[in-house]
C-alpha cells in the first residue's frame, strides 16, 4: 500500500541523532496480506484451540441470539396471553440457555486471551532470537532502546487484538450476520431499513480505519522514540550530571513524550469521530425503524413480542456494528505494530551463514590465520577504508603485537578475524579455510577477545567470568580469576564471587572489569586470543602482573595483543605497526627502532616519559 504521508515524513529534517537512526531504519510499507500472512503463522501452531475457541464462540452468539426468541415467547404467552404454562416453559428454556451461555463464554475467553499470550510470547522470543543473530553493523543504525520498545509495547498491542479484539470482532460480526437473519425473518419490510444505514456505517469504518492505522504506526514510533532516549540517558547517567545536561536532557524528552502524545491524540481524534459518526449513524436508523413497527403493532400487523424481538435484534446489530467500528482500529493500531516486528524479523544478517553447517575446522585446530589483500570500509564510512590492501600471516602459536595511532584500524582487524563484518575484497583464513565458508560459531569457538571496552553483564562475578564456558566449574573458575591477578580484589568485595556487579559490571573499577575479562578469555582456553588493549586500565603495578600471566596464557597459542604502551609488548614474537589501515613495518623492537621512525618516534615519546 503507498502511503505519500509516510514517505514525507522520511523527508522532515531530523534534530536529534535519535531521530536520525530512526529515519535510517526506513519505512518499507508492508502490505495487510503479508501482516496477515506473518501472524496466521504465529498462530497455526495452535490450530486446535483456535478451533475450540471458535467452538464457543459460535455457540455463545448462537445462544445469545436464540435468547432473543425466549424472550418473544415470554412476551407474547407470558405477558400477553396471561399462560402461566408457556411463561415457566419459557423462562426454564432461557435458565438452561443462559447456563450454556456462560460455559461458552468461560471457554471463549479463556482459549481467546490464552491464544493471545500465547502467541505474543512466541512473537516475542523470535524477534529476539532474530536479533541475537544480526550482524554487529545493524546496531549503529537502529538503537537499542528503539528496538527494546518494538518487543515490549509493539507486541503487546497484538496481544490485546489477538487476545480479544479478534474474537470481539468475530462474535459482532456473527451477531451482525445473525441478528440481521432472524430481522428479515421477523419483519422483511423494516430489515430493509436497517440494510439503508449499511453504506452509511461502513464507509466512515474504511475511510477512518486506514488514517488510525497509520497514526497508530507514528504514535508507536514516538513511543520508541521516547524508549530510546530513557535508555541512553540512564545508561550515561553520570555524562549527563557531570555536564549538568539534565535540563537539556528534560526538555528533549519532553518533546519527544509530547510528540508521542499528540500523535496518540491525533489517533484518538480520528476513532472517536469515527465512533461518534457510527452511533448516530446506528441510532438514528433504530428510532425509525421503533416508529414504523411501532405503526404495526398500533395497526395490529405486528404483535408485541414480534417488536419486542425485532427492536432486540436490532439493538444487537447495532451493537455489533459499534463494536467492530471500534475494534477495526484496534485492528488497523496492531497491523501497524505487526509492521515494525516483521521489519525487525525480516532484518538480513550481513554476515552470512553457510547452508549446511559449513566447512570442517582440522582437528585440533592450529590456529594459522592469513589475512589476504584485505580491503575493508565500514558500511556508513564508503569513502574512507578502515583496512586497505593488507597482507599479514599469523603463523600457528605465534605472539603478534598490532601497533600504530588511534584510529589505525587495530581494533577492525580484530572485528574482521571474529567475522563482525565481512571484508569489501580479499579474505581471511583460518588453517586455509576462509572463514566465510565456516559457520561463525565454529569460528568463533576456537577464539577469546578481551575487547577496548571490556563487556560485563548483570549478575555475579562467577557468572562473568563463566560466560565463556558455562560447564566450567567453580574451580576452573577460580583458577582463571587467579591466572588473571583478580583474586585478591574479588575477595574484598562484599560476597566474593558471588557478588552481584550491577549492569554493565558498574560496581568495579575499570582495571578490575578488564581483569574479569581477561580471566573470562583464560577460562574459555582458546586456540586463538585476541586481546584489544587488555591492561591499559591498570596500574602499571598490576600490569607488569597481568603481564606475566597473560605471557604464560599466551604460550603455545595464536595470540593477536593491541596495546599502546609499548613496554607491554617486548616479550611477543613480532610486533606490526599499522597506519591508516596498513602494515607499514613489521619485526621485532629492535628491528623496528632500527627501520621504523614513526615507531621510533612513539617508542622515544613513551620512554621519555616513563
Ligand atoms: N563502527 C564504525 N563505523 C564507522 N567507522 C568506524 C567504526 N568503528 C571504527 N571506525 C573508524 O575506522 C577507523 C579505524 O578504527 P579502529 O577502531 O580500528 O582504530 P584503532 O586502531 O583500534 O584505534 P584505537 O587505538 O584508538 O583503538 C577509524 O577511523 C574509526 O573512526
Ligand atoms: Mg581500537
Known sequence: MSDPINSEQNLNTSVTPIEDAVAETGRNRISNLKILKTTWQYMRPYTSRIALASVALILTAGLSLGLVQIIRVIVDSGFVAGSN????GALIGFVAVAIFQAIGTFARFYWVSWLGERVTADIRKSVFARLLRLHPGFFEANLSGEISSRITTD?????TVIGSSVSIALRNLLMLLGG??????????????????????????????????????????????????????IQQIKTVQAFNHQRHDKKQFDRHVEAAFAASCRRIYMRSVLITVVMTTVFSALAAMIWVGGQDVIDGRMSAGELTAFVTYAVIVAAAVGAISQVLSELQRAAGAMERLIELLESESAITEPESGGAPLPEPVRGEINLKNLHFCYPTRPESPAVEGLNLIIRPGESLALVGSSGAGKSTLIDLILRFYDPQKGCITLDNIDIKTLHPEALRRHMAVVSQQPALFTGTVLDNIRYSRPGASDEEVRLAAKNAYSEEFISQLPNGFHSHLGEGGVRLSGGQRQRLAIARAILKDPRILLLDEATSALDAESEQKVQLALDHVMRGRTSIVIAHRLATIKNVDRIVLMQRGQIIAEGSHEDLMLNSSLYEKLAKLQFNQD
Open 85 to 88: 404454562t408457556s411463561l415457566n
Open 155 to 159: 507486541t503487546t498491542l497484538i496481544q
Open 180 to 233: 440481521t437473519g432472524f430481522l428479515f425473518i421477523t419483519n422483511p419490510r423494516l430489515t430493509s431499513i436497517v440494510l439503508l444505514c449499511i453504506p452509511l456505517v461502513v464507509g466512515p469504518i474504511i475511510f477512518f480505519g486506514k488514517r488510525v492505522r497509520r497514526l497508530s504506526r507514528d504514535s508507536q514510533d514516538e513511543i520508541a522514540n521516547v524508549g530510546a532516549y530513557v535508555g541512553e540517558a
